[in-house]
C-alpha cells in the first residue's frame, strides 16, 4: 500500500519567515495530494489539495509544488504568521477506485513572533 | 464549522467496556470515514461507508466495527476496551466514493480515554 514520509516533524521560524514541509510517497499511482492543518484540540482542516495534473498550485501565502517523477510534494507558507502555528498534515491517494487517503505524520510548525 | 457533527465530544470508560461513537456527515455526503488519531500514530484510517456498504477497510481491530445506517449517519462500534485504545477518533464525510481523492470534511473528534 501507499507510505508517506513527512519532514521536518517539528520547524520553528520566527513571524515573518517562509515554511516548507515536504512529503514523499511510495505509490506512483497517486494522484491527489491534499494538505490538511490541525489546530491544538482541533478537527483537521482542508488547507489546499493539487492533484497530479498540475505542478503548482497557490492560495494566497500558501502553495504547493508537486514533482511526479521523484514522488514528492512541498507545502510552502510565505510570510507567516503566529495563528499559522498547528501541525500539518499531508497525505496521498489514488484518484476513484477503492482507494483511501494515506496521511504523513504531521508536521508541529512554531511561528514565534 | 465543517457541518460534520461526532457525538459525544469526550468518553471516559474502563478497560474491557464497549462503547458507541455517533457521526452525522454533512448534507448530501453520502461516505463517512473514521479515523484514529495518537500521539505515536497520526491520523490512521480505520474504516469507509458509501450510501450504507463497506467501501475501503483500513488498520481496523477486529474488536472495532462500524455500520452506516440509511439516514447516512455511521457508528464505531469499539469493544473490549484496552488502554492502547484511548485516542481521538474522527470522523469525515465526502460527497462521492471516491475514496482519498474525494474532499473529506471533518468533525470535531471524539476524545475516548480508557482507564
Known amino acids: 500500500g501507499e507510505n508517506v514520509e513527512q519532514h521536518p516533524s517539528t520547524l520553528s521560524v520566527q513571524e515573518g519567515d517562509s515554511a516548507v514541509i515536504k512529503c514523499t510517497y511510495s505509490d506512483s499511482a497517486s494522484n491527489y495530494f491534499p494538505w490538511y492543518k490541525q489546530e491544538l484540540g482541533k478537527r483537521p482542516q482542508l488547507i489546499i489539495d493539487i492533484r497530479s495534473n498540475v505542478g503548482e498550485k497557490k492560495d494566497q501565502r500558501i502553495a504547493v509544488t508537486l514533482n511526479k517523477t521523484a514522488k514528492h510534494f512541498s507545502l510552502h507558507i510565505t510570510e507567516t504568521q503566529p495563528e499559522d502555528s498547528a501541525v500539518y498534515f499531508c497525505?496521498?491517494?489514488?484518484?476513484?477506485?477503492?482507494?483511501?487517503?494515506?496521511f504523513g505524520k504531521g508536521t508541529m510548525l512554531l511561528v514565534s513572533p | 464549522d465543517s457541518g460534520v457533527t461526532q457525538t459525544p465530544k469526550h468518553l471516559i470508560t474502563a478497560t474491557g467496556q464497549r462503547v458507541t461513537l455517533r457521526c452525522s456527515p454533512r448534507s448530501g455526503d453520502l461516505s463517512v470515514y473514521w479515523y484514529q488519531q495518537s500521539l505515536d500514530q497520526g491520523l490512521q484510517f480505520l474504516i469507509q461507508y458509501y450510501n450504507g456498504e463497506e467501501r475501503a477497510k483500513g488498520n481496523i481491530l477486529e474488536r472495532f466495527s462500524a455500520q452506516q445506517f440509511p439516514d447516512l449517519h455511521s457508528e464505531l462500534n469499539l469493544s473490549s476496551l484496552e488502554l492502547g485504545d484511548s485516542a481521538l477518533y474522527f470522523c469525515a464525510s465526502s460527497r462521492g466514493s471516491g475514496g482519498g481523492a474525494d474532499t473529506q470534511y471533518f468533525g470535531p473528534g471524539t476524545r475516548l480515554t480508557v482507564l
Open positions: 497525505a496521498a491517494s489514488i484518484r476513484g477506485g477503492y482507494s483511501t487517503l494515506t
